[in-house]
């Protein structure tokens, strides 16, 4: 049987680094992902993610698995966008509100991946999660990406559960309506 | 319907990629987890950190009890030094009198000194312990010429008022008259006792000594004294101002020549002395 995310942070807390790659390993990728589609710069997402794991082995000597390890990990991602957006000047709470002009967006960044799926809808899809809102993305992602419900969303975010709700709920109808090609109703709405 | 929508929209965001942090970065991030368990800083370091703050503060305890012992067992010395004692501080005034002075006067003194001796038995217990005479020696050096710097300007005050008998009066062995009778044997009791605070100079303090001890012997040798000799030896160790009391009861007696001679040994005693007129008219000398 596998060893859970909080033993093997204990393990590492004990001194153990073979348990910290095994919990590397196995939030590596969704972190990073988590970190580029939020950030959409890979050079910055790619700092911010190590930023993250040097503060998770600061950390480690006062962690305690109070909940979940995934809902502390992102919660500490969570703080490191907020202070990334506030370097920009962007706040995450201004952007938190349902944007009236939702308009799927092209992006260049992941030209490669779209060309081998299906071009047009793949491209609506990531159109449009690039261009919400960024409490509203942030929701999506922590939701897809690392599994958290919507309780641990507003754990890791800072915010009650109903505003992560209605963040998650928003960004969810946008994306189907780009999928659907149904923006116009969902903006209307 | 809408987690049926939901569902589909997460299955196409699994297939946008699955983009992946590089190897460097990896590498990085795995090595600087691994350094920090090597290093340990929740192991030795810390303890030491952990340590450093109550090994402080104990050092500074232990040394801060340390030298308040050190300064209480020391303390004593202090006290002897620098207790304001009038009974030590009397003999000092004693040696005021010039040596060459002491052995006229002691020639005229008759005043049995055996409560003398006994004051200065029980004086010198107190004062001949061993750390006060260490102690003492510096300090004692620099006080006793503050003392004798005072003596010409200033004239004794009540301090040396025990040293002044009523004519007539017999020495009782009370502590005044004790310390009244002692007045000479002390000089030699502090010569001997500190030698560095009782004479600046041997020379001087042989001449001290040896002007100390002539009284008590001639004292001892003539027995009885008389009132006039027991008077003129008050007149040495008065205050001026009761000094001249007496020079102007004298006169009130109508004892004049006596008055005079007294008069004239207080102004070679105390020649800078100032006298009102009023005063000075009472005495019936000149100014």
Redesign the interface.
């Known amino acids: 049987m596998e060893a859970s995310d909080e033993q093997l942070m204990l393990a590492y807390q004990g001194g153990d680094a073979g348990a910290f790659e095994t919990l590397y390993t196995r939030h590596r990728g969704a972190l990073f992902r988590f970190m580029l589609r939020s950030i959409k710069e890979r050079g910055t997402a790619e700092e911010l993610f190590q930023e993250v794991w040097m503060r998770v082995i600061e950390a480690r000597a006062r962690y305690a698995p109070q909940a979940r390890f995934t809902t502390w990990l992102y919660t500490i991602a969570h703080h490191r966008m907020v202070d990334h957006w506030r370097r920009r000047g962007l706040s995450l709470v201004s952007l938190d509100e349902d944007d009236p002009a939702f308009e799927p967006a092209a992006s260049p960044v992941y030209e490669p991946q779209r060309q081998a799926e299906s071009r047009q809808e793949l491209g609506r899809l990531l159109a449009a999660l690039e261009a919400l809102p960024e409490a509203q993305r942030e929701a999506f992602l922590l939701h897809e990406e690392a599994g958290l419900s919507v309780a641990e969303i507003a754990t890791a975010t800072g915010s009650n559960e109903e505003t992560a709700k209605s963040r998650l709920r928003y960004a969810l109808a946008k994306l189907r309506a780009a999928l659907t090609e149904q923006g116009e109703n969902v903006r209307s709405g | 319907m809408?987690e049926r929508?939901?569902a589909?929209?997460?299955e196409?965001?699994?297939?946008?990629?699955?983009?992946?942090?590089?190897a460097a970065?990896?590498t990085?991030?795995?090595a600087?987890?691994?350094r920090?368990?090597r290093s340990?800083?929740?192991g030795a370091r810390t303890g030491l950190r952990r340590w450093t703050l109550p090994v402080s503060v104990a050092a500074v305890v232990v040394l801060s009890v340390t030298v308040t012992l050190q300064l209480q067992r020391e303390r004593p010395d202090a006290v002897a030094l620098y207790a304001p004692e009038p009974k030590k501080i009397e003999p000092s005034v004693a040696r005021q009198a010039p040596a060459e002075q002491a052995p006229s006067t002691a020639s005229r003194l008759a005043v049995p000194n055996e409560p003398s001796q006994a004051a200065t038995a029980d004086v010198e217990p107190q004062t001949a312990t061993p750390g006060a005479g260490r102690a003492s020696k510096p300090a004692a050096a620099e006080r006793a010429p503050r003392v004798d710097e005072v003596r010409p300007t200033q004239p004794p005050d009540s301090r040396a008022r025990p040293f002044a008998p009523d004519p007539g009066a017999t020495p009782a062995p009370s502590a005044a008259g004790r310390i009244v009778a002692s007045s000479p044997a002390p000089a030699e009791s502090v010569a001997d006792r500190a030698p560095a605070a009782a004479a600046p100079s041997p020379s001087r303090r042989e001449a001290s000594a040896a002007g100390a001890r002539s009284p008590n012997e001639a004292l001892r040798r003539n027995g009885p004294a008389s009132a006039e000799l027991r008077a003129k030896a008050g007149e040495k160790e008065d205050s001026p101002e009761r000094w001249l009391e007496r020079i102007v009861a004298l006169r009130a007696e109508g004892r004049d020549r006596e008055a005079d001679e007294s008069f004239a040994e207080f102004r070679k005693r105390y020649p800078d002395y100032r006298i009102s007129e009023e005063l000075l008219g009472k005495l019936g000398g000149k100014r």
């Open positions: 809408n929508e939901d589909k929209i997460s196409r965001y699994r297939a946008l990629g699955r983009e992946e942090p590089g970065l990896d990085a991030i795995l600087a987890a691994r920090a368990v340990r800083p929740g």
